[in-house]
T-cell receptor, first 114, second 111 residues
Framework: DTEVTQTPKHLVMGMTNKKSLKCEQH?????MYWYKQKAKKPPELMFV???????INESVPSRFSPECPNSSLLNLHLHALQPEDSALYLC?????????????FGQGTRLTVV | EDQVTQSPEALRLQEGESSSLNCSYT??????LFWYRQDPGKGPEFLFT???AGEEKEKERLKATLTKKESFLHITAPKPEDSATYLC????????????FGQGTTLQVKP
């Protein structure tokens, strides 16, 4: 089973709202990722968690706050977003971060900020 | 700086018309080169991992090959259901798990 589950599938939020995106995997993977994808562009890395610790933050604004409660779960907390933050947010997981293991992606959350 | 360039940007084929997609890369210490398929509004679907020059992988109508500078995704006798955007990505030697993606090739196969 190579499934990464993301909820919700769609989210519309106002600029003053607080919301959270959730991601879950049961493959025993030790690395989890958040990517952002704008229309007709490739995914861009936001955060990397390795063994439940944040290992990479790609200079993401503080209005995005990641959290890894355990090795199977990854959350992305959203607060005071801007319309330009509207995008497809993708979660991924892999066995680890070294030796080129493949990453498996979820179906994404389509976020619209109004 | 690690970089991935895919060509062509878009490709239209007739059903049954074989072709190849190109992925050129520069990376310091290749850990892996990955091919993904992405349908509109969906997450990327993993297809192949290639680790070293000369390696080949096959899955149904798709075959991926790797040299020291580029990778090809060969599509043999494509069907309309093969229509999608194909993404190439590399992981370098930093051991961070970070994937560097190309811009993708959008393939349309007409019946």
């Amino acid at each position: 089973d190579t499934e990464v589950t993301q909820t919700p599938k769609h989210l519309v939020m106002g600029m003053t709202n607080k919301k959270s995106l959730k991601c879950e995997q049961h493959m025993g993977h030790r690395a989890m990722y958040w990517y952002k994808q704008k229309a007709k562009k490739p995914p861009e890395l936001m955060f990397v968690y390795s063994y439940e610790k944040l290992s990479i933050n790609e200079s993401v604004p503080s209005r995005f706050s990641p959290e890894c409660p355990n090795s199977s779960l990854l959350n992305l907390h959203l607060h005071a977003l801007q319309p330009e933050d509207s995008a497809l947010y993708l979660c991924a997981s892999s066995q680890g971060t070294g030796e080129g293991p493949e990453a498996f992606f979820g179906q994404g959350t389509r976020l619209t900020v109004v | 700086e690690d970089q991935v360039t895919q060509s062509p940007e878009a490709l239209r084929l007739q059903e049954g018309e074989s072709s190849s997609l190109n992925c050129s890369y520069t990376v310091s210490g290749l850990r892996g080169l990955f091919w993904y398929r992405q349908d509109p509004g969906k997450g990327p679907e993993f297809l192949f991992t290639l680790y070293s020059a000369g390696e080949e992988k096959e899955k149904e109508r798709l075959k991926a090959t790797l040299t020291k500078k580029e990778s090809f995704l060969h599509i043999t006798a494509p069907k309309p259901e093969d229509s999608a955007t194909y993404l190439c990505a590399v992981q370098g030697s930093s051991n961070t798990g970070k994937l560097i993606f190309g811009q993708g090739t959008t393939l349309q196969v007409k019946p």
